[in-house]
């Protein structure tokens, strides 16, 4: 195995068009820990990662591991793991398609069975592609990661379309990874997916960086506020508004800007609303989460 | 080195997924059936000469003489280089349409070093194409000659310089296809693109242009016709009626080889340089 190098982004931006995808964006990570790329879909996370990977030309900046772009690394699979997206050739086998990406980068076929063990597809090696399961095929995207031993993992959305057994895997895998020294970078667009196996975020919105640092700082980033719902929800709001308060309207009703319950009570028992919900909205990071993307739009 | 491996790979693509073998089998039947088919239709009109002039009411006629055997084995290429060119634009927009351009481009960064090797690597399937296609139209057409007691020229070195020749034009057809596929990604218009040009549009162009001395000068550049030239024999030649002016057969080489690296020239600094996403 390679020792784990540090990610660097710096000032990376990436339009298509006249959208903007990434903008002027600049985080670390480091190896010897799991660290969440987070943001909503559409936030830039699959953009950052393909110009990380070469795949994709940046407008601006640059991404490297450990000061080298990943183009001119002298042994790419040796040094970076990199699963995207779960596509494959559906009429060729996992094994072969292993095969192919072994051969194309001089490392030895030996290699296969035991990725193909590492993840647990030994059984459906020889079977081709095509009448996979979503599930499986992030496996085999992870085993084509393995093939090198890499010391940098960088990984996207790969417990979408896991069955339980395969979260729970994976999230030991990850930390297994990690103990060892090397860097893991998993993006998600859910917290509550990572938020057990990471131990560093990086949240991103609209392709700018709107958080860096620890699971922990996250959690203290998060003030307690309050959960209100009426049948009218538009009399609340204009009872709230009336009062000052802040909020922002969710699917189970208003998360307010509020930590006592009483108060938006109050504010509602003078604008002769009926409340249906009302209670303190426990201090959670999916809600930390939320308010640093705005509001869990999609 | 990492050149070598990735020729390697592109083998390891081609063989480790069914395109190959159906499109080698498609082939082979397709020849024999044209080579097998012509051939015993040629042996028997040449051997009843007026048999054949009556019930062609005066259709084509068989020059007495005529040296038969390279018209019929040239089957394998002036109908077979379809294949080749369908086989090597596979290799190029199949990478595009299962995106299977990011694990490629992830284990060799150096977008050239793979494009250099589909080309070299499409370029051997082809010349193995050729060796199927000829091993069945001779095998065929020989057959079928032989039946009407008519020379099958195989003891006559130009038919086997014929033969080789062949080969080398199925192998250029292999590397146009990795041209045509960098140059238009889509697989589906590839295909049609191929399917079109070959069946409908180039014949008709090459026939157009042998009504007349000066177009038929550009016509002898058409692809096709270079082919043609390359090779040394068409049925085209016996079925075009006009001029059939034709290019020495390196120089029928040298426009198929400029084709082929021109389109992958430009596709190379166009769609394959492009964001993979």
Known sequence: MESGIPIEITGLSKHFGHVVAVDDLTFTVQPGRVTGFLGPNGAGKTTTLRVLLGLVHPNAGTATFGGTPYAS????????????????????????????????????????????????????????????????????????TLLGDPGVFVLDEP??????????????????????????????????????????????????????GTLVSLELDSAPRTIADSPDREALSAALDEAGLEYTEGRNGFIVNE???????????????????????????????????????? | MSFIRAIGSEFQKVFTTRMWWLLAL????????????????????????????????GGTPIAPGLDLAPLVYSFATSIGYVFPVLLGALAVTGEFRHKTLTPTFLAEPHRTTVLTAKFLSQFAMGAGLGVIAFAVSVGTGAAALAGFGLDTGLDDPDT??????????????????????ALVPNQVAAIVIVIAFTQFVEPILRFTASLNEVTANIGKFLP?????????????????????ATLEWWQGGLVLLGIALVATFIGGATTWRGDVS
Request: hydrophobic share 45%; proline share 3%.
């Open chain 1, 73 to 144: 690394l002298p042994r790419p699979l040796e040094t970076v793991g990199a699963a995207l997206d779960a596509n494959f050739h559906p009429g060729r086998t996992a094994r072969d398609h292993l095969k192919v990406y072994a051969t194309a980068t001089g490392l030895s076929k030996a290699r296969v069975p035991v990725v193909l063990e590492q993840v647990g597809m030994t059984e459906f090696a020889d079977r081709r592609v095509g009448g996979y399961s979503l599930g499986m095929r992030q496996r085999l995207a992870l085993a084509y």
């Open chain 1, 159 to 212: 417990i979408n379309g896991l069955d339980p057994e395969g979260i729970k895997w994976i999230r030991g895998f990850l930390q297994s990874l990690a103990h060892e020294g090397r860097t893991v970078l998993v993006s998600s667009h859910l917290l509550s997916e990572v938020q057990q196996s990471v131990d560093e975020v990086v949240i991103i919105s609209k392709g700018r960086l709107v958080k860096s």
């Open chain 1, 259 to 298: 930590p006592d319950p009483g108060r938006v009570g109050h504010a509602a028992f003078l604008g002769g609303v009926e409340l249906n919900t009302l209670h303190r909205l426990k201090s959670g990071l999916e809600e930390s989460f939320l308010s640093l993307v705005g509001g869990g739009e999609e």
């Open chain 2, 26 to 57: 498609l082939l082979a039947g397709y020849v024999a059936l044209m080579s097998g088919g012509f051939g015993a239709f040629l042996g028997w009109a040449s051997a009843n000469p007026d048999a054949a002039a009556a019930a062609g009411g």
């Open chain 2, 160 to 181: 086997w310089a014929l033969i080789g020749r062949g080969v080398l034009a199925m192998a250029l057809w292999g590397a146009i296809g990795v041209g045509l596929g």
């Open chain 2, 224 to 244: 096709g016709a270079a082919s043609d030239a390359l090779v040394g024999a068409s049925f085209y030649n016996i079925a075009s009626l006009g001029t059939a």
